[in-house]
């Protein structure tokens, strides 16, 4: 089994800052590529970043110059600084990680962590 435990969500207001923390556990041999995706209720689930074990990073767009996506390997943690935030950033913030084992990725995630940023 693999478990992806979140920390770091809460209440800020906008132009404050926060930062999401996610460790993951269990059966994680193979553990490649970490990122953070969010959801709104209705709404598909986005990408907001991902990084990989050798430190490559992706963000959307609407996140780039304001969040920074990191990790610690010796950890197999993720974290991710929300920096400059806007009350559209207001979501569910759901913890992703893939292992490959033989050859195939297998995709896990996280319970989710609310975040709110208050106008």
């Known amino acids: 089994q693999v478990q992806l435990v979140e920390s770091g969500g809460g209440l800020v207001q906008a132009g404050g800052s926060l930062r999401l923390s996610c460790a993951a556990s269990?059966?994680?041999?193979?553990?490649?590529?970490m990122g953070w995706y969010r959801q709104t209720p209705g709404k598909q689930r986005e990408l907001v970043a991902t990084?990989?074990?050798?430190?490559?990073?992706n963000y959307a767009d609407s996140v780039k110059g304001r969040f920074t996506i990191s990790r610690d390997n010796a950890k197999n943690t993720v974290y991710l600084q929300m920096n400059s935030l806007k009350p559209e950033d207001t979501d569910v913030y759901y913890c992703h990680a893939v292992i490959v084992r033989t050859g195939v990725g297998y995709m896990y995630w996280g319970q989710g962590t609310q975040v709110t940023v208050s106008s």
């Open positions: 990084i990989t074990s050798g430190g490559s990073t």
């Open positions: 269990g059966s994680i041999f193979g553990l490649d590529r």
